[in-house]
């Protein structure tokens, strides 16, 4: 690495894990920083540990390497200009000046994302979406969030929402969701409705092997956890996992009409854990519901940078914050 | 008008009328003329009727003015770069280098959109769309089409598609559309679904002023038949239109979480025919329908333009195809 070169930390700071991980202004990454998220749901708490771990990460990334700007993504409504966090449900932010706070920390600027916008980000500069120009992500877990890209760059949309892709609804009526809508993306696909999906075939004795594990916890209902019940031969949790699978390219198919993007990318932990197979089944069902005339128009792309597309992202609005104001950066 | 100021022709060549209009550079209407579209499906009596409009509307817009350009929409897919329609099922264009042929008539440049782009683009242009940066266009008529517009411009997907919001799965497994697929917006909310609707109603004895004027015969069920069976007390009728409207206000709902635009413009015979009170219930089914977050973020507006959205939207073209390339301009 270049003498004057400086490194860029991106963080996903989400409610159970934070991730930090160093790059230099190419994304090469440098070093990377696990901590668990303070249970406390206390904002100075979370804070800590997330310095903490940037802290850690720095040092790791070798040492007298000059901080360029730190960007972290927060699982909340964010202003990111101001750099205050308006709020998040488990960790006790609330109108926080983040930003200021970490820039005050490290001497260098700092920049907040959204979680989500972030994942696609990294993709976009680093990932599956590499040199795409009208794209869409769409990330799967708990819930089911997406972000859209236009023109090579993140839209954000008249209030910086855009991509709520998981609250378009599929089957008005449907399944519960918990925005409080009936039969949106979310309440069909996500890991939340394959493993309420699952717990129900699991009462009629459908899913022993995940009944063994997660009895009727929801919370236990990890990916892996319903991974490993179907390789246990639990036909249930197999029927719940292949539905939300179809449900998604439903999802997907609604998202081509809409946007006609060159690409999807497909990400989360869902998908990392049940990987192409999952997605084949996605894409079979997207095709089913295309209109004739887009047919084949997008690619269907699983995540290539799986955890890192996160930190990625959340890296590179700091490295691009840098581009914009060098005046701006600060050494340690 | 100054004196050295050129006219531009917008067409609406769709499959029943040709509405073409004659526009001063400021998109100021100078004349319009009206004719119908041939029975015969054969191209070349279509291109017939449709120049002898466009002379007509020359000829009415005052003596001896300049023909800047002409723009004409077709509802069907084209190339839009080589002014090829490529086909349209009722007017027997196959691969048909319209635009080649309309410029050496008239000797000057001309033009082809897509006829729901073009209303989007003129909504953007001189009507309730004005100013705006990020919008959508919802136009509902025997069908559902739709327009996006992103950073004040047409976004147009990456092979020219986006905007089939007509193909959005709102009720998967639901009514049948004419796309194959089950449930889109299209199937619940254009007139055609509304005439499906009402039908059945009659049947049933709960449209009988419908059943007097249309039978069973869906082509009779136009927007004004429609209104006009409420008007004499048709119960039926009125539940299927409110029907429609509640659809399309879940469509609506879906757009504002995937691309959180400003403003959404919705147009089209049923919706001038039915007119506020048609979209205030579906405004109200739209909020019913968003998650918190998203609430009152876009204003639903109707057409401003009525049936002069679509040629204005195709003079636009004309005009900025002029402005690009002045050169190519030509007297008559």
Redesign the interface.
């Known amino acids: 690495m270049a003498k004057d070169e400086r490194i860029y930390v991106g963080v996903d700071l989400g409610g159970t894990k934070i991730l930090a991980v160093a790059f230099d202004s190419k994304l090469k990454v440098l070093a990377t920083e696990k901590a668990k998220t303070p249970r406390e749901a206390n904002a100075s708490s979370v804070v800590a540990a997330l310095a903490e771990a940037v802290r850690r990460v720095i040092e790791a990334a070798g040492p007298g390497l000059a901080l360029g700007g730190v960007g972290v993504s927060v699982p909340g ?1 964010l202003d990111r200009a101001k750099g205050i966090v308006r709020y998040t449900p488990n960790m006790g932010f609330k109108d926080y000046k983040l930003g200021q706070e970490l820039a005050g920390m490290f001497g260098a600027p700092a920049y907040l994302e959204n979680d989500v916008q972030a994942g696609v980000y990294g993709e976009l500069r680093a990932g599956a979406l590499r040199g795409k ?2 794209a869409v992500g769409v990330f799967v877990g708990t819930g089911i969030g ?1 972000g ?1 890209v ?2 090579g760059k993140l ?11 998981g ?7 449907g399944a519960a969701c918990g ?3 009936y ?1 949106c993306l979310e309440a069909l696909a996500s890991r939340t409705a394959m493993a309420k999906d699952a717990i129900g075939q699991a009462a009629t004795g459908k899913a022993p092997a995940l009944y063994s594990i997660a009895g009727s916890d929801l919370r236990k209902c990890r990916s892996s956890v319903l991974f490993d019940s179907i390789e246990s031969g639990d036909k249930g949790v197999k029927k719940a996992v292949d539905r939300a699978a179809a ?1 998604l390219g ?1 999802g997907l ?3 081509v ?6 690409a999807i990318v497909v990400g989360g932990g869902v998908v990392t854990r049940f990987g192409q197979k999952f997605l084949d089944r996605a894409i079979s069902s997207m095709e089913d ?1 295309l ?4 047919a084949g ?2 690619q269907v792309l699983l995540s290539e940078l799986g955890d890192l597309a996160v930190p990625t992202g959340a890296a590179c609005v700091a490295i691009e914050g840098a581009e914009a104001s060098p005046a701006k950066g600060a050494t340690r």
Chains 1, 2 share one sequence.
């Open positions: 409504p120009l009208n997406g859209i236009i023109d839209y954000r949309g008249a209030t910086g929402s855009a991509g709520e892709v609250h378009m609804i599929l089957h008005e009526g925005c409080g809508n039969g449900w439903v198919a609604n998202l009409h809409v946007l006609n993007p060159e519901h209109m004739p005339g887009l128009t997008a």
